[in-house]
């Protein structure tokens, strides 16, 4: 017991990490700062299971059964997104799985998930981003799950335009048929997690879920690390 008490402290000593959203520095295996968590918005539990609204607004609209999201996507956390993204902190993403990871720990169908896959990028714009960060935080999460993480299971097929600059509508006639699983034998019968960076309306990881639950997924849950405030 007095050993395993020693290493903690001795890690905490020797090794420290840097909050996500402020760069203080913090204690081994922590990630935001308790000013930072307090000024974040994050989200209230009563909430529809799968458009996260008060007064739903998804109707059954959606594939997937449920979305788990820890934050609103403003401010500091939108700041993490946007590095995380095109600013080459792709490190970001260590920080928000273990964010996700609590948030899945309050889950009541936690026990139910097989395996962890990630949302894909086309290849092109992953080559030159260097990764995809949606791709990190599911193998980061799934670590921490101790669950399968299968790389790459669903493909791009083809290139699309950024989903953040159009309409609802055009939104979903953008990623129609631009996602393909070509070996579903690691999803038959099986519950799937889908990781994402940010939930707009939707319509990627809706997408998505379709093809997995097309191709022989028993269910899809969704984890994200922010939702975009409706206006």
């Not at 913090?26 to 990630?31: G, S, T, V």
């Not at 099986?190 to 960076?197: E, M, N």
Request: charge should be positive; aromatic fraction near 14%.
């Amino acid at each position: 017991m007095w050993i395993t008490v020693f290493i903690d402290r001795l890690r905490h000593m020797i090794f420290t990490s840097k909050c996500l959203f402020c760069d203080e520095l913090l204690h081994y295996n922590e990630f935001v700062c308790d000013k930072c968590i307090n000024e974040i918005v994050q989200l209230p539990q009563d909430r529809c299971r799968s458009c996260l609204e008060k007064d739903c607004i998804c109707f059954g609209k959606y594939y997937f059964s449920y979305l788990i999201s820890p934050f609103v996507y403003e401010d500091k956390v939108k700041d993490a997104i946007l590095d995380m993204k095109f600013n080459g902190f792709g490190y970001n993403a260590k920080a928000f799985s273990k964010i996700i990871f609590k948030k899945l720990n309050e889950f009541k169908y936690k026990r139910e998930i097989d395996l962890v896959v990630e949302v894909p990028m086309y290849y092109k714009k992953r080559w030159y981003r260097g990764y995809n960060q949606s791709e990190l935080i599911a193998k980061y999460l799934s670590y921490e799950m101790g669950l399968d993480y299968y790389k790459r299971i669903i493909t791009k097929i083809r290139n699309t335009k950024e989903q953040n600059k159009l309409s609802y509508n055009l939104r979903l006639n953008n990623l129609r048929d631009c996602y393909k699983i070509f070996d579903n034998s690691k999803i038959k019968g099986k519950t799937v997690l889908l990781v994402d960076d940010v939930f707009t309306t939707g319509s990627t990881v809706n997408e998505c879920s379709k093809v997995l639950l097309e191709n022989g997924a028993k269910k899809v849950f969704v984890a994200t690390c922010c939702v975009v405030k409706k206006e």
